[in-house]
């Protein structure tokens, strides 16, 4: 088993910028992809980005690309989001998860995911 924490949400301006973290326990997640995903009101869960087990490789959704980074720390057991010139679109809440697939590839589908966080709210104001 493994618990996600997310943080690092908030309110920020249009334009602005945002770093979440992924903390983890009961698992060192050294070996397995993560990914962050976000749901807005009304909307379904979303794909934002994801890497693979040793930071090498990143996938992002287009609606984020060049404007979000991922990266991880596996020593700390940590993953970040790094959301830059964030747009007003950009609010929802935002869920890191995992699959624990040893050495699996990043996935845009949340059903390949099984542990999920709690959330960590993201509002960006005009």
């Known amino acids: 088993q493994v618990q996600l924490v997310e943080s690092g949400g908030g309110l920020v301006q249009a334009g602005g910028s945002l770093r979440l973290s992924c903390s983890a326990s009961?698992?060192?997640?050294?070996?397995?992809?993560m990914a962050w995903f976000r749901q807005a009101p009304g909307k379904e869960r979303e794909f934002v980005g994801g890497?693979?087990?040793?930071?090498?490789?990143?996938d992002y959704a287009d609606s984020v690309k060049d404007r979000f980074t991922i990266s991880r720390d596996n020593a700390k057991n940590l993953v970040y989001l790094q959301m830059n010139s964030l747009k007003l679109e950009d609010t929802a809440v935002y869920y890191c998860?995992?699959?624990?697939?040893?050495?699996?590839?990043?996935?845009?589908?949340?059903?390949?995911?099984?542990?999920w966080g709690q959330g960590t709210q993201v509002t960006v104001s005009s």
């Open positions: 998860a995992t699959n624990l697939r040893v050495l699996g590839a990043v996935s845009s589908s949340w059903s390949d995911y099984d542990y």
């Open positions: 009961g698992r060192t997640l050294n070996l397995y992809p």
């Open positions: 890497i693979s087990w040793n930071g090498g490789r990143t």
